[in-house]
């Protein structure tokens, strides 16, 4: 029987992969998470949730993404990754 190999995304691998991403715009801007948190409404703790994967929610990410006018990149890699990718499972 022939073995059919899956891409599978995990969820974690998504969350680390937005983070990095949302940290490199900050500091693009050269801003610290206190001063983005400040600007956005948010903590920095929350930030940094957000930059490090963890727990951080999808508001949050879309109040970054929308501050650093990227939702037009976010939505070409959510295309990207659904046709070309069929993952089994997300987790």
């Not at 969820?11 to 206190?34: H, N």
């Amino acid at each position: 029987m022939d073995k059919v190999l899956f891409n599978v995304i995990k969820i974690s691998d998504v969350k680390d992969q937005l983070g990095q991403w949302c940290k490199s715009l900050r500091k693009q801007q050269g801003l610290s998470q206190e001063e983005l948190g400040k600007q956005l409404n948010l903590s920095r703790l929350t930030i940094q949730h957000l930059e490090s994967g963890r727990n951080s929610t999808l508001d949050t990410l879309l109040k970054v993404l929308n501050h650093f006018q990227e939702m037009d990149e976010l939505y070409q890699y959510i295309q990207a990754k659904s046709v070309s990718q069929s993952p089994k499972s997300l987790y």
